[in-house]
Structure formats: structure tokens, C-alpha cells
């Protein structure tokens, strides 16, 4: 698969070399390194280090070139960002898009993602060598981000499919999974206990066990909460049998 290592932000003519090191920021805090400027107006600058607040390694192995064809050279795929919708002939993606696509690129493919000028965005002759144009779906009536969150965007949408050590809804946890016949231990058990403490009368059920099915379906437990489950259904049984 494609690593976050195979693709280069290219910022082209920034103007406010603040917006270099907050650019700087964005990726780093997405995991992403490899930064190329086309003509930067004023770098480096003291106020680019001073945004970049600790993603400075960025900034220093950042490349400074004289051409956008210099800056994709060797890329195999070029995503322009424009935040105007131009009617060209260019298919335009939202970041999400463009993600699942580069995902279909081959294993080396390196890709490029060429953003604009703060006033003015990319040229048509930029533009040109874009293969893909991305936008971000915004205001429509207040469209433009600034660069560095353009940028993050970006960064953000790379980042939740090509880290590995992404598994959305589970960061920093280690749920061990629970098998059905453990659950169908833990709904005899809930039965059980539940006669017993007078709460389920097994002569009239209802569909109070098909009901907690469905609860703990979605609740989808894991083995350490599998476990309080029963411990609290036995903490019912002691009370009830003193
Ligand atoms: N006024 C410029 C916008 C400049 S913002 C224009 O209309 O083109 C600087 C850069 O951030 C843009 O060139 C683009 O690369 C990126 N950007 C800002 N907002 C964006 C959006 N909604 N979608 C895609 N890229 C955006």
C-alpha cells in the first residue's frame, strides 16, 4: 500500500511564510514529512519557524524549487487544490475521493498535492499540470481556507487511511473480542439471575431476554466487560440470598 512517505505537499508561491510553517505543522501532526516549495515570496523566515512550533525538521529538510515541474518531477500522480470550481476538463475530487483514490495507485506510486497562492491559487498553467483537481467542499459562499488549513485537511483525511496504526473508534485500546457462546453463557447467566433476584417471572417472560440480545448486540462487549457483566449478575445473587 502507498505510506504517507510516498506523498509531498508542493506549496506553490506562498506569499506569507507563516503560512510555510504552519503548513509544516499541519503535516507533522498527521504524520506526513515530505514538503516542497515552488518559489516561496520569503524564505526562510523567522516568522515560518516560529509557525512551524516545533515541526522545524519539516521545515529543514523542506525543498525549495524554481518550477512547479521540478517539484512533481518523478510523481506519478498530481492533485491540484482549488477552492474556486473552474469549469475545466478536469475531473475535481473531494479530499476523501482523492484519498480512496490514490489508495488504488500502485505500491510506489508517489504523489504529489500541489496547493496555490493565499490571493490568487494556482495558475491555469498550474492547474494544467494537475491530473486531478481536489476541492473542499465549504461555504459555497465563503470557500477559500487559509493554506495551512487547507493543508491540515488534507493531512487529516491521508492520515486516517493510509496510517496502519489507525482503527477508528478503538485508539490506545486492546478490546479482546467475546465469542458468541460466551454471550450465550452471559444471557443463561442473565436469566438465571434474574428469576432468581424476581426480576424475570418465568412463567410470564415477556421478551425481556430477546430484548438484552439486542441490547449487548449493539453494545458489542468486549471480554473485560463480559466479565463485569457476570460479576455484577453474582453481586445480585449474594445480596439476594442474604
Ligand atoms: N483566493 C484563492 C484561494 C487561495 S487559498 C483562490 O480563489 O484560488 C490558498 C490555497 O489553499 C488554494 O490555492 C488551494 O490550494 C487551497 N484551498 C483553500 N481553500 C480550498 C478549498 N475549499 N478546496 C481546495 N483547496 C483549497
Known sequence: ???????????VGTTHPGNIGAAARAMK??????????????????????RASGADDVLAKATVHDSLESAIAGCHQVYGMSARLRHLPVPVVNPREAVAQIQQAGDDAQIAIVFGREHSGLSNDELDKCQHLINIPANPDYSSLNLAAAVQVCAYELKMTFDPSIEVGRVGENREAVAADDMEHLYSHFEQSLTEIGFLDPENPRNLMRRLRRLFNRADLDRNELQIMHGILRAAETYKGK
Open 1 to 11: 500500500m502507498t505510506t504517507l512517505d510516498n506523498i509531498r505537499f508542493v506549496l
Open 29 to 50: 501532526t498527521m504524520g506526513l514529512s515530505n514538503l516542497h516549495l515552488v518559489t516561496p515570496k520569503i524564505y526562510p523566515d523567522a516568522q515560518a519557524t516560529a
